[in-house]
T-cell receptor
Framework: GDSVTQMEGPVTLSEEAFLTINCTYTATGYPSLFWYVQYPGEGLQLLLK???ADDKGSNKGFEATYRKETTSFHLEKGSVQVSDSAVYFC??????????WGAGTKLIIKP | DGGITQSPKYLFRKEGQNVTLSCEQNLNHDAMYWYRQDPGQGLRLIYYSQIVNDFQKGDIAEGYSVSREKKESFPLTVTSAQKNPTAFYLC?????????????FGEGSWLTVV
């Protein structure tokens, strides 16, 4: 079946550092791909998405590109802030319209 | 404001009681979902509904029940048969295929057994 693998956390960075959170997937066909963010004690917010190969999703300085050849959707941000501290989930929408989730990566940004 | 509203935010349940978590959306989405999240863990699917008056079990449906009598509403009942119900519960709804298929989430409900 379809699956999503993302890098284990926690990832600890200093403010203004460059961020990469790796996400790879296995799927039949070409599913839509998503990054969600969860701040402490809150629900999930959609951060960005991409629906086809070579699409780039972007929001709030975060970017991710749908790479069909490497089956990847890595999340990047050029300069992180303390307020970016959260848990980030990579997910794909399978053919039954269910989200297949990565395990989540906790990001800690130190001032 | 458009969105998904879950209530209550915090709920305490005594052993042997059933409790119902509310989920209402005004996004005109056909599909709705319930997930459970344990501390420090990912999301697991409890039930989902692709259309009014229809719903299917997810991966961890035992001890839970749902109804889908209206498009806007998808309440979840946590029954006494659920032996370890303390968790964070998230409701979600999905855009239609032509609108992008994106799934959006509510703010969640915390359930604690006392």
């Amino acid at each position: 079946g379809d699956s999503v693998t993302q890098m284990e956390g926690p990832v600890t960075l200093s403010e203004e550092a460059f961020l990469t959170i790796n996400c790879t997937y296995t799927a039949t066909g070409y599913p839509s791909l998503f990054w969600y963010v969860q701040y402490p004690g809150e629900g999930l917010q959609l951060l960005l998405k991409a629906t086809k190969a070579d699409d780039k999703g972007s929001n709030k300085g975060f970017e991710a590109t749908y790479r069909k050849e490497t089956t990847s959707f890595h999340l990047e941000k050029g300069s992180v802030q303390v307020s970016d501290s959260a848990v980030y989930f990579c997910a794909l929408l399978d053919s039954n319209y269910q989200l297949i989730w990565g395990a989540g990566t906790k990001l800690i940004i130190k001032p | 404001d458009g969105g998904i509203t879950q209530s209550p935010k915090y709920l305490f349940r005594k052993e042997g009681q059933n409790v119902t978590l509310s989920c209402e959306q005004n996004l005109n989405h056909d599909a709705m979902y319930w997930y459970r999240q344990d501390p420090g863990q990912g999301l697991r699917l409890i039930y989902y509904s692709q259309i009014v008056n229809d719903f299917q079990k997810g991966d961890i449906a035992e001890g839970y029940s749902v109804s889908r009598e209206k498009k806007e509403s998808f309440p979840l009942t946590v029954t006494s048969a659920q032996k370890n119900p303390t968790a964070f519960y998230l409701c979600a709804s999905r855009q239609g295929v032509r609108s992008g298929n994106t799934i959006y989430f509510g703010e969640g409900s915390w359930l604690t057994v006392v």
